[in-house]
């Protein structure tokens, strides 16, 4: 309890601030974690347990935005999720690996190896944070929103290698997902989807256990994949996709939103928490030099995929931007690669921090975007919603059709 509070507090003290000063609700639970985290107060100190609860976030945010897509608007998305998430992965790392990876390797002495692993994971983007920023603008379901989804989800499998990657090269890393584990993972979830559990817990007409149910199937379909060595994320995000076209699918958003905002903001809390002030102090030329290059070349490349795309000029450097900070994957594999001795503990902390304090500027940048004219590619007096029209709601017949008793009472 003494925890709770303690985060409760430091979230409803820094966010507003933040939102008033015009800079957005991220940067405000970042400074919250940092300033309750283990380098200031340390009214916390155990990050790595913090991390990976808050994680859930992110799949229940997944698990909504895979609700939005039927299996037939998923299809219609391959381009923007291999295409364009293949060509955005390889042109990215290729630079960020070269670039980070020369950096690294001279200036703090890392076997090439891990330099480029490290350089390969920061052409990771955060899921967290830019959908965050998406949905803040109601830009999810616009062309826009669409392509940044692609490049998310591919970005999510794409981890996995890296992962596995920092195990191999290791001293200690031999462990590989499992093909078998991964295949039961699929089946539990299609199985639990024909036998229609969701409908058998509705038929209570209980309003806590159909919750209970819908959190019992996110969390289970998630938890699957993380055994078989896979992203939970894409486990809620499968599950979502399947529930598309159930007509429960608008319960189950009302049900699982609540934890979902819940959790995302306790994610960037955690994320603020793992910044080392001690490591700041020590590096932070080489730290803003990271954040900058890292922006600046992520930035570049994905404005010229939203000129190859089409977006509106308007819509370009927002789609740059969105997509320019590190991602959460990042940590992990910094981690790993740690556990397996390929970097040391203030050579991961840097990587850490970097990664963490780029998540934090750009929500401020997109800030002063949205105050720059349309004329130098920003977006002061313009529209920014085009949304996509809704093909995969249910026809008016069919919702007639449904009986009272199959849906769970509202509240």
């Known amino acids: 309890m003494d925890l709770i509070l303690i985060l409760l507090l430091a979230a409803v003290l820094c966010v507003?601030?933040?939102?008033?000063?015009?800079?957005?609700?991220?940067?405000?639970?970042?400074?919250?974690?940092?300033?309750?985290?283990?380098?200031?107060?340390?009214?916390?100190?155990?990050?790595?347990?913090?991390?990976?609860?808050?994680?859930w976030g992110v799949v229940m945010m997944l698990f909504i935005i895979g609700l939005e897509l039927s299996p037939k608007r998923l299809w219609a998305m391959r381009n923007e999720?291999?295409?364009?998430?293949?060509?955005?992965?390889?042109?990215?790392?290729?630079?960020?690996?070269?670039?980070?990876?020369?950096?690294?390797?001279?200036?703090?002495?890392?076997?090439w190896q891990a330099a480029v692993l490290c350089g390969l994971s920061l052409a990771l983007s955060s899921t967290?944070?830019?959908l965050r920023l998406l949905d803040e603008r109601q830009l999810t379901r616009t062309p826009l929103g669409r392509s940044a989804l692609g490049v998310l989800?591919?970005?999510?499998?794409?981890?996995?290698p890296m992962l596995v990657a920092a195990g191999l090269l290791g001293a200690d890393g031999t462990s590989a997902p499992s093909f078998k584990?991964?295949?039961?993972?699929?089946?539990?979830?299609?199985?639990?989807?024909?036998?229609?559990?969701?409908?058998?817990?509705?038929?209570?007409?209980?309003?806590?256990?159909?919750?209970?149910?819908?959190?019992?199937?996110?969390?289970?379909?998630?938890q699957l994949f993380d055994y078989a060595g896979l992203s939970a994320g894409l486990g809620g995000f499968l599950v979502g996709v399947l529930m598309a076209e159930s007509r429960y699918r608008h319960e189950l958003e009302k049900a699982i939103d609540p934890f979902k905002g819940l959790l995302l903001g306790l994610f960037f809390v955690a994320i603020g928490m793992s910044i080392n002030l001690k490591v700041v102090a020590n590096h932070w030329m080489f730290i803003c030099a990271g954040v900058a290059a890292l922006l600046a070349v992520k930035a570049v490349i994905l404005y010229g995929f939203a000129r190859f795309l089409g977006l509106p000029r308007y819509h370009r450097l927002l789609?740059?931007?969105?997509?320019?900070?590190?991602?959460?994957?990042?940590?992990?594999?910094?981690?790993?690669a740690w556990d397996n001795h390929l970097v040391n503990l203030e050579q991961r902390d840097v990587l850490s921090v970097i990664v963490a304090v780029s998540m934090g500027v750009v929500p401020v940048l997109i800030k002063v975007l949205e105050r720059v004219p349309e004329k130098y590619g920003g977006m002061a007096g313009l529209p920014v919603t085009d949304a996509l029209?809704?093909?995969?709601?249910?026809?008016?017949?069919?919702?007639?059709?449904?009986?009272?008793?199959?849906?769970?009472?509202?509240?």
């Open 153 to 160: 989800l591919f970005q999510d499998m794409a981890a996995i």
């Open 319 to 336: 789609f740059a931007l969105v997509l320019a900070q590190g991602g959460e994957f990042s940590f992990a594999i910094f981690n790993e």
């Open 181 to 222: 584990e991964a295949l039961v993972a699929v089946a539990v979830v299609a199985l639990a989807y024909r036998l229609r559990l969701l409908g058998w817990a509705a038929k209570a007409e209980l309003n806590e256990l159909f919750t209970a149910a819908a959190l019992l199937m996110v969390v289970g379909a998630a």
């Open 16 to 55: 507003p601030v933040t939102q008033r000063l015009g800079l957005g609700a991220i940067p405000g639970y970042l400074i919250a974690g940092v300033l309750v985290g283990p380098s200031c107060l340390k009214l916390v100190t155990n990050v790595d347990t913090m991390i990976g609860v808050s994680q």
């Open 389 to 411: 029209p809704v093909t995969d709601s249910p026809p008016a017949a069919d919702a007639a059709a449904s009986s009272p008793a199959d849906k769970p009472p509202v509240a």
């Open 128 to 130: 967290a944070v830019a």
């Open 81 to 111: 999720v291999f295409i364009l998430g293949t060509l955005q992965m390889l042109v990215c790392g290729l630079l960020l690996g070269v670039v980070f990876g020369a950096a690294l390797r001279h200036l703090a002495g890392m076997e």
